[in-house]
């Protein structure tokens, strides 16, 4: 151990009060009361840590006490300079409240308090972190803060002043210490470079000063940390501070977050798992993807010319993250920010966080859930006009309305006069004729359809993990339910891997089936297969041979196809034109095969549907 070798933060401590950087309004009290002569007896100085607090307190010490002085630029040659710069205790006393907190460490000093200085003007104590004192401690030093002896000064820092009691503080003159702004601490951090002959990086100097939280002994330290990694040849660049501190790059933050703006999940969790191979915990990965999501929002909301010292990025940076969100919308990044907000919350309660990890990607990736604004207008009028919206493939597509019915342009015909005309008609009521053939298949088809729907939406009920339900709600597809063979078919190969390989993974599906089905069937867990839908509509209508099936039976009309909500919004119409708006509700959200249909959608598309009375068209 080298014993002459001393710290950066130490070494560059000011000693003046022109050195102090920043806090330009203490420097000027405290500079017009040495030259008024205008000494209080108490000061307290209060402010984040790492912002002068007890630098400060020392140099006014000086002040006083230099045999030049009371000077606002001490001599720092003298003894008493010498003494305070050494921390000898002879007439500045510095105390720590945290390991001198009880009742009596404050009887010691209210007794040396009475005892006059040696051979200085003022005693003065400066007491650091004076809120971790006792309720108790505070109330003995109370009535000596009140009325000190002649020439006896008390300086408190702290951290936390709301822990300082009330009647302490209405005791002192308070100094409140700002955080550092980056600026000023990165043109400090050049000056030590310099000084030291540390070759970095400007960029390198604003990001340490951007991860400070204005401070500037974090700062400093900090810089003395990389200043290992000093060569003559290569400067140290904000690359090299992220290795050091096993923070991700920029360049990978990137590839994550240009895969999940694009929904697309199976790349976006091979970008996570090569991230989480090279050994970054799950908590550290998504706060620096919060930190990430934080400058694109400012980015995407603040000018190019006021984001200058604001956002964490270079120049370069910041044109490639421009790129990016060009085709996103502000509300679709605070929608990523809050998810990745309630993720890191759980991370730090799951027992698992590799899994909440993929999970969470997985979440943000689905933008189909977080459309633009625009979009959402767009379905709302064609909703309004009677039309069935498309779901949008990707999230900078245009949707695509698809016409339920037939509209008249020169009139709004509404279903109610068109159900009158056909009963006006003049045919006996009680003739009736079956559906054309066309119409019974896709009938059929859909009833095929509702078995394995039902049978799948059960299985998910089933399914104890809710993490677990999600990733097979996204990734699974149905392909048979019986009780002798139970086929599931999972699109993501590592998800595949996933439920075959591991055995809580598995039970869970085993004791899914079980539920449902009952007994002891076979479980196949697979890839998709070419003719996995024409072994779902067998394996479905075979289900549905046991159930009876009422006959599908229309009046007589010579259109082909008629919408089942047009007549129920007709019959509605005829039966009351008053009725209220819940009822009207309630007959949607009733309509059974909206309620199979949900089981292969997460709960926000499901919620799109009910709320605007939608239809996902295949």
Request: charged share 25%; net charge negative.
């Amino acid at each position: 151990m080298n014993k002459s070798y001393v710290p950066l933060y130490r070494k560059y401590r000011p000693q003046v009060l022109e050195q102090i950087v920043g806090q330009e309004h203490v420097k000027k009290a405290l500079t017009n009361a040495i030259e008024s002569n205008r000494i209080a007896h108490a000061y307290l100085f209060t402010g984040p840590r790492g912002t002068g607090k007890t630098s400060t307190a020392r140099i006014f010490a000086k002040s006083l006490n230099c045999e030049k002085g009371p000077t606002i630029s001490p001599c720092n040659e003298c003894e008493n300079c010498l003494n305070i710069t050494k921390s000898i205790p002879i007439d500045v006393i510095e105390i720590d409240a945290a390991s001198n907190r009880s009742v009596s460490d404050a009887e010691e000093i209210i007794q040396n308090v009475a005892m006059a200085p040696v051979h200085s003007r003022y005693k003065i104590y400066i007491i650091d972190e004076v809120h971790m004192l006792t309720p108790t401690a505070f109330n003995a030093l109370l009535k000596t803060l009140e009325e000190p002896p002649e020439n006896v000064v008390f300086i408190l820092a702290t951290t936390e002043v709301h822990k300082v009691l009330d009647t302490i503080k209405s005791r002192c003159q308070r100094f409140d210490f700002k955080r550092i702004t980056t600026d000023d601490i990165s043109k400090h951090l050049r000056y030590i470079s310099d000084s030291e002959n540390i070759n970095i990086t400007d960029d390198a100097l604003n990001y340490i000063a951007s991860n400070s939280a204005g401070g500037m002994r974090d700062s400093i330290a900090l810089l003395d940390q990389l200043s290992v990694l000093n060569s003559s040849k290569e400067a140290i660049s904000v690359d090299d501070i992220n290795r050091l501190l096993g923070r991700l790059s920029f360049t990978s933050l990137t590839e994550l977050f240009s895969k999940i703006i694009k929904s697309e999940s199976n790349s976006a969790l091979d970008v996570l798992n090569d991230i989480y191979n090279q050994g970054n915990e799950p908590s550290q990965i998504l706060s620096n993807f919060l930190e990430y999501l934080r400058n694109a929002l400012i980015l995407k909301s603040v000018e190019s010319k006021s984001i200058q010292g604001v956002v964490q990025l270079n120049e370069e940076q910041i044109k490639i993250l421009s790129d990016l969100l060009a085709d996103i919308e502000t509300h679709q990044l605070v929608s990523l920010l809050d998810k990745c907000a309630g993720y890191i919350k759980e991370l730090k309660l799951s027992t698992n966080p590799k899994l909440w990890l993929d999970v969470a990607v997985l979440d943000m990736s689905n933008l189909l859930e977080n459309t633009k604004l625009s979009q959402l207008q767009a379905r709302i009028q064609q909703l309004e006009a009677g039309h069935s919206v498309k779901t949008v493939p990707s999230y900078n597509t245009p949707p695509m309305p698809v016409n339920k019915m037939e509209v008249n342009k020169k009139e709004d015909i509404k279903p109610s006069k068109v159900l009158n005309e056909q009963k006006n008609e003049d045919k006996p009521s009680h003739v009736q004729t079956p559906v054309s053939s066309s119409t019974s298949k896709l009938k059929s088809q859909d009833n095929a359809d509702t078995g394995i729907k039902n049978t799948w939406a059960k299985f998910l009920d089933n399914v104890s993990s809710f993490a677990s339900r999600a990733i097979l709600k996204q990734h699974a597809i149905p392909v048979k339910f019986s009780d002798d063979e139970v086929i599931i078919a999972i699109k993501s190969d590592s998800w595949l891997s996933k439920f075959r390989d591991e055995s809580d993974r598995l039970s869970l599906i085993e004791n899914a089936v079980k539920a449902v089905v009952g007994g002891n069937p076979k479980i196949i867990l697979r890839a998709p297969q070419a003719g996995d839908d024409d072994l779902r509509k067998e394996a479905s209508a075979t289900t549905q041979k046991s159930e009876p099936k009422k006959p599908l039976i229309l009046p007589q009309d010579d259109t082909e196809e008629i919408v089942q909500d047009v007549d129920e919004a007709a019959e509605s119409d005829l039966s009351s034109d008053n009725s209220n708006s819940d009822e009207k509700k309630t007959l949607k959200t009733n309509n059974p095969q909206k309620r199979e249909d949900s089981a292969f959608h997460s709960d926000n598309v499901n919620m799109v549907l009910d709320l605007f009375e939608g239809k996902i068209i295949e």
